[in-house]
């Protein structure tokens, strides 16, 4: 009784604090400040998923909703501010509103909105088992133990593979925007730079682990492709650069690995088994380990390739 | 109070706030922050459901949340190209309609 009383403390707690980050990283006047604030507020969101017995979510959420997103503000944040892109600089590191009161109509209306969710949310029945019980008594022939990745990589495999190709999508968004800016990376410190070289090949081996773990443990392909994503994010801030030699084939090769797998693996089930995704029991835990290192491969050289923004290899640059 | 219902509320409660600074400003930064706390209470809502079938939640929303993670950010990215984009062409971060708020 004691121990549920002071998880429902905990809950509301860690709740409120959510609301409160929420609210500060929106209503604050230095851009930078909210960009943190939601990196904390990302924090306590893996936190929130631990509690709500998600721990996969809570991966991802910590490696892509905290990291990736962060570092993805903070670099747009550091182009708006920097002297080469805009013509207007002091304006933008702050956003003054020119009235910093509520605005009422849009306030009243959202509580109304808030009603609505709460009342619609209040009205599900407690107990409910969705599609659980299918999940569990199919787990034996998804060919692998853990019931999240089973989902992702085999009941839902199509999700997915339409989910890679989101992502490829978004890519192509970004380089059709322009040229990746030519950022003079000032000056490297050499403490950076060991770490980054000492810390690279710890995050390889984390995304293999966690990639490898995925099978029957929290973790999976999407985990472990934002981890490496985040070790090429790491990589590009400390400097590292592409070769100016190095083909883009291979590069070109690692981003559509993942999705080329999936096309190809859904064509074979399709012709083999009749449907699109459905892989023969035996075989499923490989089929599916396969998949994963090449959706973590893509997923993990899109996300770096997205940090970097733009299209990476300008013909310009090439004659220089 | 069980979590299953304490945490659709905040949910409920984030995509409000979320909606609502979405509307007010007009830093197109700030617009993306917006939606992205929106999508927080989104997940948050789905995963809280998924937990109405006891200790061992339902996988199917678990799995459709780790995927909306994933489009989520790579929509951000999108999304902060193009506003770096506007930014570098016309020196506005703001759209043109914000303009009389």
Same mark, same amino acid.
């Given at each position: ?20 980050? $929420?609210?500060?990283?929106?209503a ?7 960009? !943190?604030?939601?990196?904390?507020f990302? !924090? ?7 509690? #709500?017995n ?7 959420e910590?490696? +892509?909703?905290?990291?990736?997103t ?5 670099? =747009?944040?550091?182009?708006? *501010? ?5 013509? $207007? ?12 009161? &509520?605005?009422?109509?849009p306030?009243i209306?959202?509580v109304?909105?808030? &009603?609505?969710?709460a ?21 034996? *022939?998804?060919?692998?133990? *853990? ?17 890679? #190709?989101?992502?490829f999508?978004a890519? !192509? ?11 003079k990376?000032?000056?490297?410190s050499?403490?950076l ?18 990639l ?12 472990a492709?934002? +981890?490496?994503? =985040? ?17 883009? !084939?291979?590069?070109?090769?690692? #981003?559509l ?6 096309v190809?693996l =859904?064509?074979?089930t399709?012709? &083999? ?7 023969p029991?035996a075989?499923?835990?490989? #089929? ?5 290192t090449f959706a973590?491969?893509? &997923?993990?050289?899109?996300? $770096?390739a ?15 | ?7 659709p509320?905040?949910?409920a409660?984030l ?9 007010? @400003?007009? @830093? ?5 922050l917006?939606?992205?706390i ?6 948050? %809502? ?15 929303? @678990?799995?459709?949340v %780790?995927?909306g ?6 929509a ?10 506007? @930014?570098?062409?016309t020196g506005?971060t ?7 708020t």
């Amino acid at each position: 009784m004691e121990i549920s009383l002071l998880s429902t403390i905990f809950d509301v707690l860690l709740g409120l604090s959510l609301l409160g980050l $929420a609210w500060s990283a929106l209503a604050t006047t230095d851009l930078f400040k909210a960009v !943190l604030l939601f990196i904390a507020f990302g !924090l306590l969101m893996a936190l929130v998923w631990v509690r #709500l017995n998600a721990p996969d979510v809570a991966l991802a959420e910590a490696a +892509i909703g905290a990291g990736i997103t962060g570092a993805l503000m903070l670099s =747009a944040l550091a182009r708006l *501010n920097s002297p080469h892109t805009g013509r $207007a600089i002091a304006s933008h590191t702050t956003d003054p509103e020119k009235d910093p009161s &509520i605005q009422w109509w849009p306030f009243i209306s959202l509580v109304l909105v808030f &009603i609505g969710l709460a009342y619609s949310v209040f009205t599900f029945s407690p107990a409910f088992m969705g599609l659980q019980p299918d999940v569990y008594s199919q787990l034996v *022939n998804s060919g692998v133990e *853990n019931p999240v990745t089973a989902v992702l990589l085999n009941f839902r495999g199509y999700d997915t593979l339409l989910e890679m #190709l989101v992502l490829f999508v978004a890519l !192509l968004g970004v380089w059709s925007l322009g040229e990746n800016p030519a950022v003079k990376t000032p000056f490297i410190s050499p403490v950076l730079d060991t770490l980054s070289r000492l810390l690279t090949p710890v995050f390889i081996l984390v995304a293999a682990y966690i990639l490898w773990v995925g099978a029957h443990a929290p973790g999976g392909a999407f985990q472990a492709g934002s +981890i490496l994503g =985040a070790a090429g994010i790491l990589l590009l801030l400390s400097g590292w650069q592409l070769r100016k030699d190095t083909s883009s !084939l291979f590069f070109r090769v690692l #981003l559509l690995a993942g999705p080329l797998a999936f096309v190809a693996l =859904a064509a074979i089930t399709l012709l &083999i088994q009749g449907q699109l995704l459905e892989y023969p029991p035996a075989q499923a835990g490989l #089929l599916i380990l396969i998949l994963e290192t090449f959706a973590t491969l893509s &997923i993990g050289v899109t996300l $770096a390739a997205l940090f970097l923004g733009g299209f990476p290899w300008s013909k310009n640059r090439a004659l220089k | 109070m069980s979590p299953q219902l304490i945490y659709p509320l905040i949910g409920a409660g984030l995509f409000s706030l979320g909606l609502y600074g979405l509307i007010v @400003h007009s @830093h197109l930064l700030r617009k993306i922050l917006a939606i992205n706390i929106m999508g927080s209470g989104v997940f948050l %809502i789905l995963v809280a459901l998924a937990k109405r079938s006891g200790e061992m939640p339902d996988p199917v929303p @678990h799995a459709m949340v %780790i995927t909306g993670i994933v489009v989520a950010v790579s929509a951000t990215a999108l999304a902060l190209a193009m506003m770096l984009k506007l @930014h570098t062409e016309t020196g506005r971060t703001d759209l043109p309609d914000d303009q009389q708020t």
